[in-house]
């Protein structure tokens, strides 16, 4: 199983640097960029460990930390604090609070994931997962028509976008239980690279895993690349998102 990393933070950059620095291990990360925001996912989702900014607005990182300790379900979750100051005072309220660590900006991914060590077991050979409420990556291509989820993959499917996507799928796959019906669009794929013809061959095989009825949308481009590959030779690629739903 990934282990669960939280960060929140209400800068774009940190959180790059975050799920940077532990992309090369198999970890699931989840974004947030404020106390509320990242509250929520750590009830959702209970994560391993949270990496947390202190200053943020909505809700700070210190209110945030307080409320994590008066919830017995997230008090035991490890957090690791982020901040922009080294003094005495600063640091003896959060360790007070009972954070496991904290790191003073700015910082070097190796060094989190020196400290994150200390915490938590990583594992080798990481999936860049990324997926959450605040800030998904993957999320933007996932919505959902006449209650069938609609995957649109971007023009360029590149292996890190194609990781995340694939973990996306998998979630929504797992945590329902039995999703019914998925449609993936690809007919704004220009570059049918290696990472894309993956992506789909691993789509088809979690969908048959999962007992849900898969229905791709494309070209005849598309169709014929697809064609060469055992597990989706035989599928057959609908010109519409509509015809999709139609089909099914």
Do not use: W
């Amino acid at each position: 199983m990934p282990v669960k990393i939280l960060s929140v933070d209400d800068s774009r950059t940190i959180r790059m640097i975050v799920k940077k620095a532990f992309s090369a291990y198999d970890c699931q990360i989840f974004e947030a960029e404020n106390g509320v925001e990242g509250l929520a996912l750590a009830a959702k989702e209970k994560p391993d460990l949270i990496i947390l900014d202190i200053t943020m607005p909505v809700m700070t990182g210190i209110e945030m930390l307080g409320k994590l300790k008066e919830d017995p379900q997230l008090q035991n979750i490890p957090v690791i604090m982020l901040t922009a100051e080294s003094g005495k005072d600063n640091v003896m309220q959060i360790v007070k609070m009972g954070v496991k660590d904290y790191i003073v900006k700015p910082f070097k991914g190796e060094q989190l994931i020196d400290r994150a060590t200390k915490i938590v077991d990583l594992q080798p050979g990481g999936r860049k997962a990324v997926s959450g409420v605040a800030d998904s990556d993957a999320g933007r291509y996932l919505k959902t028509e006449d209650g069938i989820p609609v995957l649109k993959l971007p023009v360029k499917v590149s292996r890190n976008v194609a990781a995340q996507i694939e973990t996306t799928i998998k979630s929504i796959l797992v945590k329902a239980g039995s999703v019914p019906r998925l449609i993936v669009d690809l007919s704004q794929v220009s570059d049918f690279n290696m990472s894309a013809i993956q992506l789909i061959i691993s789509i088809v095989n979690r969908c048959k895993k999962f007992k849900t009825a898969l229905k791709l949308v494309g070209t005849e481009a598309h169709q014929s690349a697809l064609q060469g590959f055992q597990e989706t030779s035989t599928i057959s690629i609908e010109a519409t998102v509509d015809g999709a739903k139609a089909g099914f």
